[in-house]
C-alpha cells in the first residue's frame, strides 16, 4: 500500500522509479524538504481555527497539494482550497483546477473580484500594477475575509525574491492584512509563534527552504500531474515589451498588422496569461525541463512582468497583502 | 475560435540520471554593522555561479545607483532584499539565501549585526550547523564579536569560522591575523566552541573565498568555501533514544487512529513497546506511514503517521517515546534570550511552546543576568531586551522535554506573551527541577460543586479594578452587604486592607505590584474553591495580571468589573489625599500619575461613578449575577 494515493492521469509511472528507493533515504534533499513541508502543514492544521491553502494552480502549489495530500493521509487535508480567479488565467490552468479538485475530492472555492470585474479592470487598460492590486490582492483580501480564514498556507520559496528571502514561514498578518517586513516575530528552531489577536491572520509558507530545481526534481520523482503549459509545445504568442506572450484567447488587443506567431514555448511561471512571459524552449518533458534548468542563465521570476515595477516592488505588494 | 489545441503531459520517460544527495550544510553569518557580511554571502553566491544573469544584470544596474562600492558590483546588494536596508545600506532581519558547490548544498542565515537585532541572529543559529563569525581585521575581537559568540555558544553551535575581512586594509598583515586568531581561540576555549578555523579574507575582492587567494601567501590554511565543503558537523540524533512529539492526531474515519509528527530522535519499528509521556502509558507500534508509503521502520527526521496496538488517550503535545524515558517536570531551569522590547518580569505569566506542546508558565526566578561582553553572571530584578539570563520556571502542567545539551528540538522553547501575542524569548533548558515529581495535589473529596450547592450560589470572583479612587472598595462592599441581606455567602478582599496583612511585604514598584495581584488571585481562587463568591477590590493596574488572575479560575467564574471613574474625577474627589501626594512628588509610581493603569479591553461590566451612584452601580452587578445565574 501506498501512502499516498493520488491518481496519476497525465504521468505515466517512471520507469525505475516505481519503487522509490533511491529516494527512500530519509536523509536525502528532498525527503527533508518533504518531512519539513509536512511538519508545517500539521502545524497549520493543529494551530488555527480555520486555515486555507491558496491553490494557484502552478508547480508551487501542485506540490504543495501533494504534500497536503501526504501529511493527512489516509484522511483528507482539514482545509478547503481557495483559488483567486483573475479571469485572465490561461484556460488550460482553469481545466487543470477543475479536474484536480474533482479527482482529489477536495473542497474548491473560487474567488474573483466582482467589483473590479464591473469596473472593467484588465491587464491591459489599467496597466499590471493597478490591475494586481484590485484582481489579485484586494481579491485575496476580499476572500479572506469573507471566509474568515486566520491562516492562508501558500507556495511562496525564499529563493524566489529577494523580500521573499526574509519572510518567516509563519508569517503575521494584521487585521488590514498587512506585512510589517520590521516588526516580524523571530523564529528559532521549528517553534512557530501562531497567536492571534481577532481578525489578525497568518500566511504559512511550507515551501520556504525549497529552490526551484528542488520543485522539478520533486515534480519527477513523485510523479506530479502538472499544467502542460510547463511542457513545450508550439503556441501562438506576439512579442511585448521582450516578452512572448502567448494569445490564449481573443481578448488580447492585437496591434494593427500584428498576428500571433507559433513558437515552441513552454512557461516557467503561470499566472495571468497576458503578464506571463513564455520562454522559447524544445523541453517536452521533465527530465529535459531539469536539464534545461539547471542550464539556465535566468531566473524564474524574469518572464514575470509584475515584478519589474521596481525594485522593492515585491515587497511594497507585499506588504499591501499580496501573496 | 480556438486558437490551438491544449497538449497533454504524455512524454515523461527516463529520471534525471544524476539524482544528486550532497548534503546540506546550514550556516549563519554574523558580524557588527560594516563588518561586510552581505558582502561575504554575495560573494559567496557570486562565485558558486549561483546568480542568473538576469539578477547579474539588475545587479550591475543597482550597484551604480544605490551601490556603496563606487559603481563596482556591489555584492551586499544580492541580500539586504528590504527597501529600508537598501535606503540605509544595513541589514535589518534574517535573510535566507541558497547556494551550492559541487560538493555540498548550503543555505546560509544572513544576520544583521545592529544590537537592536540580535535576536535575529539568535533566530539565524537556531537552526545553523555552523556559524561564519566576520571580524574586521582593523578592529579584531570586539564587543559584537564576543556578543555574537556568546550568543552562538548558547545556541549550541560547536563549529565557527572566523573570517578576518579588509586584509587589503591592514597590507595583508599575517602577524596581525595570528593575534585575532590567538584571541579568538581564547574566547572560543571559554565559550565551549569546539572548532574554529580562522581565515583570512577580503570579501569584495573574493581573496581566500572561493580561491586561495595570491595577496596572502603566507597563509597555507582552507579558503572559506573549502572548508564549508568538507567540515563534519554530524551529531547524528538517530542513535539517540526515540522521541516522537505528536503534532496531529489523525481520525478520517472510526477504523483509523493515527498519530502523526516528525520523529526528533531515534529510530522505531512495527512491533516496538513505546510509552506515552507524560502519561506513561504503553503499547505497541502496530503501523508506520511515511510519505513514501507504510514501512517497518522510520528514523530521525522523518513526518510519518503511527497506529498503535491498543486504544489509549494520545493527543497533541503528548511525546511518544522509546528507551529511557524523556524528562518530565512543571518546573524547569533554562537560559533566556530575551526578545521582547518589554522587559522580563518575574511572576508574569506568558505561553510557553515546547516541541508541540504548549502550557501557561511563570518565571518564578531570575537567577543571574549572564553580562554578554565578559560572561559574568550578574545579579538582576530583570531582563531588557537583547538581554541572556538563567531562570527558573513554574509550569501550569509537566512537560515532556530533554536538555538543550542533549536534543536541541526537544529541548528549546519559546516564550509568547499572552496579551501582545509578541515572542517574548527564546529558551534553552538546562535542566529539570523535578518540582512535579515530589509534589501532589491533595485529592479533595468534597469539592467545589458540592459546596456550591450547600450554598445554592454558583462560586466566581467579582474582580473591582480601576484607579485609586474610583469607587471600588464602596461598590464592592455595598455589593458584600446587598449579598448578606440575600442569605448568599460571599468575601470581601479589599486592596488596601490586605496591605496590612498577607502582602505588607509588598511595595508598589512593577514587580511587587504584580505579586500582590498574585497573591490576591490566589486567595481568591481559594474562596472559589470554597464555593463562595469572593469580591476583589484592587487597583490591578495591569492588564496580564487580571489575566492571570481569570486563568486562575474557571471558564465563567471570573467577572471583571471595570470602575471607569475618570481621572480627573478621581483626582477630584482624592478621597485619601493620595493624589495630591503623587503631584507633589511624594508618592512615586501612583497609578494613574507616573504608573500607567491598562485599562480592560472586555470587562464583563463597565461602571462610571461620575453617571452612576454606587447603590445603582450595586444593583446592577446584583442584577447582572441573577441574569447569568450565580444567585
Known sequence: MTMLEVPTIDAPAVPGMADGKQHRSPTSHLRRLEAEGIHILRETAAEFRKPVMLYSIGKDSSVLLHLAMKAFHPGKPPFPLLHVDTTWKFREMIAFRDRRARELGLDLIVHTNQDGLSQGITPFTHGSARYTDVMKTQALRQALDLHGFDAAIGGARRDEEKSRAKERVFSHRSTAHRWDPKNQRPELWSLYNTLLAPGESMRVFPLSNWTELDIWDYILVENIPIVPLYLAAKRPVVERDGALIMVDDERIPLHPGEAPRWHSVRFRTLGCYPLSGATASTAATLPEIVQEMMASRTSERQGRMIDRDSPASMERKKAEGYF | ?631
Open chain 2, 1 to 631: 475560435m480556438s486558437y490551438h489545441e491544449a497538449p497533454t503531459i504524455a512524454a515523461i520517460d527516463a529520471p534525471r540520471l544524476d539524482q544528486d544527495d550532497r548534503p546540506t550544510l546550514r550556516f549563519v553569518t554574523c558580524g557588527s554593522v560594516d563588518d561586510g557580511k552581505s558582502t561575504l554571502v554575495g560573494r559567496l553566491l557570486y562565485d558558486s555561479k549561483t546568480l542568473l544573469d538576469d539578477q547579474l544584470d539588475a545587479l550591475a544596474s543597482e550597484s551604480k545607483t544605490s551601490g556603496t562600492t563606487g559603481g563596482d558590483l556591489d555584492f551586499a546588494l544580492l541580500v539586504d532584499g528590504l527597501q529600508a536596508e537598501r535606503e540605509q545600506g544595513i541589514t535589518i532581519d534574517v535573510a535566507y539565501r541558497f547556494f551550492a558547490t559541487r560538493l555540498r548544498r548550503f543555505i546560509v542565515a544572513d544576520t544583521p549585526g545592529h544590537a537592536q537585532y540580535t535576536r535575529n541572529m539568535a533566530t539565524g543559529a537556531s537552526n545553523a550547523d555552523l556559524a561564519i563569525v566576520l571580524v574586521d581585521a582593523r578592529k579584531g575581537v570586539i564587543t559584537q564579536t564576543r556578543r555574537h559568540s556568546h550568543i552562538l555558544s548558547l545556541l549550541g553551535i560547536r563549529h565557527v569560522v572566523v573570517a578576518v575581512n579588509k586584509m587589503d586594509l591592514i597590507g595583508f598583515d599575517g602577524d596581525r591575523f595570528a593575534a585575532i586568531t590567538a584571541e579568538y581561540l581564547t574566547l572560543a576555549g571559554q565559550l565551549g566552541i569546539s572548532q574554529v578555523q580562522c581565515i583570512p579574507v577580503v570579501a569584495p575582492g573574493g581573496d581566500n573565498i572561493v580561491a586561495a587567494s595570491t595577496r596572502m601567501p603566507w597563509y597555507t590554511g582552507p579558503t572559506v568555501t573549502a572548508y564549508l565543503e568538507s567540515v563534519d558537523v554530524s551529531g547524528d540524533v538517530s542513535q539517540r533514544p526515540f522521541r516522537l512529539p505528536v503534532q496531529w492526531v489523525n481520525r478520517p474515519h472510526a477504523d483509523f487512529r493515527g498519530f502523526s509528527g516528525r520523529i526528533a530522535s531515534g529510530t522505531i519499528a512495527t512491533g516496538e513497546t513505546i510509552a506515552v509521556q507524560p502519561s506513561g502509558l504503553r503499547t505497541r507500534v502496530a503501523r508506520i506511514l511515511t510519505p513514501t508509503g507504510e514501512c517497518d521502520r522510520a528514523t530521525a527526521g522523518e513526518s510519518i503517521t503511527l497506529t498503535l496496538a491498543d486504544e489509549i488517550d494520545v493527543s497533541r503535545g503528548d511525546v511518544l517515546s522509546a528507551g529511557p524515558a524523556p524528562l518530565v517536570s512543571d518546573q524547569l531551569a533554562a537560559h533566556l534570550v530575551w526578545f521582547d522590547d518589554e522587559a522580563m518580569v518575574a511572576g508574569r505569566r506568558y505561553v510557553l511552546k515546547c516541541g508541540t506542546a504548549s502550557t501557561g508558565a511563570v518565571i518564578t526566578t531570575l537567577k543571574h543576568r549572564i553580562a554578554i561582553d565578559t560572561m559574568a553572571q550578574e545579579s538582576a530584578a530583570t531582563l531588557d531586551v537583547n538581554e541572556i539570563g538563567y531562570v527558573h520556571l513554574k509550569l501550569d502542567r509537566p512537560l515532556v522535554f530533554e536538555t538543550y545539551r542533549d536534543d536541541r528540538e526537544m529541548g528549546s522553547f519559546i516564550l509568547v506573551d499572552p496579551i501582545s501575542h509578541r515572542t517574548a524569548a527564546a529558551g534553552m533548558i538546562d535542566l529539570s527541577l523535578r518540582g512535579a515529581t515530589n509534589i501532589h495535589w491533595q485529592r479533595l473529596a468534597v469539592d467545589k460543586s458540592v459546596r456550591a450547592r450547600l450554598k445554592q450560589q454558583r462560586p466566581c470572583v467579582l474582580w473591582f479594578t480601576g484607579l485609586s479612587g474610583a469607587g471600588k472598595s464602596t461598590i464592592a462592599d455595598l455589593v458584600d452587604r446587598r449579598l448578606a441581606e440575600l442569605g448568599r455567602h460571599a468575601a470581601l478582599l479589599d486592596g488596601d486592607n490586605l496591605r496590612h496583612g498577607i502582602n505588607r511585604d509588598l511595595g508598589f514598584s512593577s514587580t511587587e505590584r504584580i505579586e500582590n495581584v498574585r497573591r490576591v488571585a490566589e486567595i481568591a481562587a481559594l474562596f472559589v474553591d470554597a464555593g463562595m463568591i469572593a469580591l476583589v477590590a484592587l487597583i490591578s493596574p495591569f492588564r496580564s495580571e487580571r489575566e492571570t488572575a481569570r486563568q486562575r479560575v474557571e471558564a465563567g467564574e471570573f467577572i471583571e468589573i471595570h470602575v471607569a471613574t475618570p481621572l480627573a474625577e478621581c483626582e477630584r474627589r482624592d478621597p485619601k489625599g493620595l493624589y495630591r501626594k503623587a503631584r507633589a512628588g511624594e508618592l512615586p509610581a501612583f497609578t494613574g500619575i507616573d504608573q500607567p493603569y491598562e485599562a480592560p479591553q472586555a470587562p464583563e461590566i463597565t461602571i462610571d461613578t461620575s453617571e452612576l451612584s454606587s447603590e445603582a452601580a450595586c444593583e446592577r452587578i446584583i442584577r447582572y449575577l441573577r441574569e447569568h445565574h450565580y444567585l
